[in-house]
């Protein structure tokens, strides 16, 4: 890169806040998705949307590719410099602006920590209910870029449906705001059209998010089943009772042995083929007799095991088994990779059955642990990354899953996003009309297309390396997820 | 059919949606998409029409699939009919658009309209895709059949309330809920703005979760609406605000009372403002301007106004954001509808650009329409 760029961002945030070094940008060579890598050439810490600004019209002037970033926990790979330039690092950008109790709602820099904001709002009695798996160390303006979801999203709803007003940075370096504090489109929806445009639109410079009171009472329970047919029958029953359950979410025979064998042991049934963590909220009054009706439907598809948590520390514990999931793996594999699909759920079995066979073809192991209420799955491809010859079947199981969700219906992708990752498999969910129109928004947002640039839509380019600094690595991520559900005082859920 | 004072000069009524796309495809002139006509009021005036397409046979639900708690459905579907094929499996939508259930499903997206259920969401928070016609006849999709998706951009959201001048929404993917198992509302009316302000503060901090949370005036009342659990609605009302005489309605007598509610606020004339702030600022945009008429969603932040004369606009646009619900179109032509910040103006205008180079689409109702002198 011109060196002329480098010292005149030094010039504009000092020159702790710009980092060049060839060894430090190792850090940013890929985000949570660690199969793409590429090192930007340089990374920038804003203070505030100026600093932002002065970096974008720099980049412009300069025509150098910028992106913007967050906790780096993405999984699609958006925040992965494809073409170099300069990445925007937002995490320090991380105050909470304001909590205002009255109208229920908080102003936050996009740096916060998903988790921060609830635990900030908790002692109000309130909470910010999209509760990514990463919500301990994810960042909200990454939730905004990625319309985030989480096992609660079934009931609460996805990121969009929380995000009021958003100040952001535009891809010419302009400050606008846009939205209100009452969530009330005028005109067009600006907002609601620029929460999960990946980071292509605009940077989120500052977010105002809808609080929610904490429900009064909250039951989770446990059912454990010998089939996966009846596991999922399960979930169709209890949807079609009419019944919103808060989270309701599906573990399998190979993620509860892992679970069962680390320390995150919840007391998961070992010969279960199929459970599922079922959780309801709302008021006190009626919610024992909703919890009973679950249960009910539970034992009618010959559940033979049904534990409902009697306080909050058994509930914690049953939570624990699922959230810690990821980080058990290193029990089955040395490497692993969560992919993500959706799919109507009333087609789970058969799309469960066809995984598993994949799984026998390519010969890699596959545990299924995902959001079954929302048909949002979560395969975790368990591989070793030694041989490279089982990466490259990654991709191509990738692919599978990925044609076999869209033939029944689906989509590529529930709660990660395209990124870089599946900009190649946009085609088997859209014609060149529709992708035509998407590249037709992103123009009026992004014209120069020097704002995260090769994301989403397909160009047939790959680079299947594996970055060092996140990891496929299962005892990493058992470090990893161990460090944020084990080590900090605060296991809060919500 | 005419409106602001323009009659098309044809109406074309396409049976499909690639009639629809035909058709598009063949146009040259000005186009004005119509649903059931129930909210033509809405908008900056409507500067030209050479062709206006009725989507009103556009009113197949293309499939259902209840146990995925989806429906998918041709634009001029209308909202009553969509509920009615709902109810059969105990599924419905907490909508309820002031414009009533004759309106249609294309329409209520294109103006994302609300009404009392405002607490509970709007079209916008149930819309999982989109099937639109553009302006060169061409068919493109955004969205999906599932019901968490982030696959692409959500342009559901951009043409939801873009009032037909992007493109023609022609088949809309909705997501579900189970039917409330149970719905009561409970009114009281108020001696006055102080006391009614002062119930609707106790809702707005207090454990109560009304999906519905309407503040009528000049009456005063206080419409709360309770729906789910049969057992959390009963501890609901048995909490509601106090020192207020309560009068709590279920079933048809229910139903009944929001559809006088509903006839109350569409008497609302000549001219009716929606101003946006914050939740706790109902009160004083109340007090302030000093309407003849309201209706508040409180909880949201949302007061319905009607006023006798445009005067108060402007001086609400000073303070807060006022979008012009209802007036007639000489009040339109000297005032725009959204009153736009510069920012928004000028990103909404390139959008309308990019889709609709030669503002062909619904000319003048939306953007194109909100600076006057470009009129």
């Known amino acids: 890169m011109n060196p002329e760029v480098v010292s005149k961002l030094q010039k504009i945030l000092g020159r702790d806040r710009v980092v060049a070094d060839e060894t430090e940008l190792l850090v940013y060579e890929c985000d949570g998705l660690p199969l793409f890598k590429n090192r930007p050439d340089v990374v920038v810490f804003p203070r505030n949307a100026e600093d932002v600004a002065q970096v974008v019209r720099l980049a412009n002037e300069y025509r150098i590719p910028f992106l913007p970033r967050g906790a780096g926990t993405g999984l699609s790979g958006g925040a992965l410099a494809v073409e170099g330039g300069i990445v925007i690092e937002l995490q320090r950008m991380n105050r909470i602006l304001s909590i205002d109790v009255e109208n229920r709602i908080a102003i936050v820099q996009p740096g916060v920590v998903n988790l921060h904001i609830s635990q900030a709002a908790a002692p109000y009695g309130l909470y910010y209910a999209p509760d990514p798996s990463s919500q301990m160390s994810c960042s909200i303006g990454g939730n905004v870029a990625e319309n985030s979801g989480g096992p609660h999203c079934l009931k609460y709803g996805m990121t969009t449906n929380h995000i009021l007003e958003i100040e952001v940075v535009t891809a010419a370096g302009d400050i606008i705001r846009l939205g209100n504090p009452a969530g009330e489109p005028i005109g067009m929806d600006l907002v609601g059209t620029i929460v999960g445009s990946e980071g292509t639109f605009a940077i989120v410079t500052e977010i105002t998010i809808r609080l929610l009171p904490k429900p009064q009472a909250v039951k989770t329970m446990l059912a454990a089943f010998r089939t996966v047919e009846e596991c999922s029958q399960t979930v169709s029953d209890v949807i079609s009772a009419g019944i919103v359950p808060a989270a309701l979410e599906f573990v399998d025979a190979k993620t509860i042995e892992a679970v069962e064998a680390s320390v995150y042991k919840a007391g998961y049934p070992l010969d279960a083929v199929a459970a599922l963590l079922i959780e309801v909220d709302g008021f006190r009054d009626g919610l024992e007799e909703t919890a009973g009706a679950i249960v009910e439907i539970c034992r009618r598809n010959r559940a033979y095991e049904v534990r409902v948590a009697q306080n909050d520390d058994e509930r914690a514990k049953l939570w624990l088994g699922r959230k810690g999931a990821f980080g058990a793996m290193g029990r089955l594999a040395p490497d692993m990779i969560t992919m993500d699909a959706v799919i109507p759920r009333t087609r789970l079995p058969e799309v469960l059955v066809a995984i598993d066979r994949m799984s026998e073809q390519y010969g890699l192991d596959v545990a299924n642990v995902f959001h079954a209420g929302d048909g949002n799955l979560h395969p975790l491809i368990l591989f070793d990354g030694r041989y490279p010859e089982q990466v490259e079947k990654i991709f191509k199981m990738n692919e599978d899953i990925m044609k076999l969700c869209v033939e029944v219906g689906g989509s590529l992708s529930g709660e990660h996003g395209i990124g870089f990752e599946k900009k190649d498999f946009m085609p088997l969910v859209y014609n060149d009309a529709d992708l035509e129109t998407m590249l037709r928004v992103k123009r009026v947002f992004n014209p120069e297309s020097l704002l995260n640039p090769e994301k989403i839509f397909p160009t047939h380019r790959g680079c299947a390396e594996i970055g060092k600094h996140s990891t496929t690595n299962t005892a990493e991520i058992s470090k990893r997820v161990e460090a944020i559900l084990l080590g900090s005082p605060e296991k809060v859920q919500r | 059919m005419t409106i602001d004072g323009i009659l098309p000069a044809r109406t074309v009524r396409p049976q499909s949606i690639e009639e629809l796309a035909e058709l598009m495809a063949s146009e040259r002139g000005a186009i004005l998409p119509v649903g059931a006509g129930t909210q033509t009021f809405f908008g900056n005036p409507l500067r030209l029409a050479d062709c206006a397409v009725d989507l009103t046979s556009l009113s197949r639900i293309t499939e259902y699939v209840p146990a995925d708690l989806t429906i998918h459905v041709e634009a001029g579907v209308t909202l009553a009919q969509l509920q009615r094929a709902l109810l059969e499996n105990n599924q419905f939508l907490p909508l309820d658009p002031w414009n009533g259930p004759a ?273």
């Open chain 2, 103 to 375: 309106a249609t499903v294309g329409g209520i997206a294109a103006v994302n309209a609300q009404g009392p259920y405002r607490a509970a969401g709007t079209i916008r928070d149930w819309i999982i895709g989109m099937k639109v016609v553009e302006i060169d006849g061409r068919i493109s999709k955004t969205g999906g059949r599932v019901v968490k998706n982030v696959t692409g951009y959500d342009l559901q959201k951009l043409y939801t309330g873009s009032l037909g001048t992007l493109v023609i929404i022609a088949e809309i993917s909705l997501k579900l809920r189970a039917k409330f198992a149970r719905t009561a509302t409970a009114v009281a009316r108020f001696g006055d703005v102080e006391t009614a302000a002062a119930a609707v503060a106790t809702v707005r901090k207090g454990a109560l979760q009304p999906v519905s949370c309407v503040w009528t005036g000049p009456e005063n009342e206080v419409w709360l609406r309770f729906g789910e659990d049969p057992r959390a609605v009963d501890w609901q009302l048995k909490n509601l605000p106090p020192l207020a005489d309560w009068t709590v309605l279920e079933g048809a007598d229910e139903a009944a009372a929001w559809e006088r509610l509903r006839d109350r606020f569409n008497d609302f004339a000549p001219i009716v403002t929606r101003a946006v702030g914050l939740p706790s600022a109902v009160h004083e945009i109340i007090k302030e301007y000093r309407p003849q008429a309201w209706m508040a969603h409180a909880l949201n932040g949302i007061v319905l106004m009607q006023f006798a004369s445009p005067a108060e606009i402007g001086r609400m646009r000073q303070k807060y954001r006022a979008v012009i619900e209802r007036a007639p179109v000489e009040v339109r032509r000297e005032i725009p509808t959204f009153g736009l910040n510069d920012a928004e103006y000028e990103l909404m205008k390139r959008m309308k650009d990019a889709f609709d180079p030669e503002g062909r689409l619904n000319p003048g109702r939306h953007i194109d329409g909100e600076r006057v002198a470009q009129r």
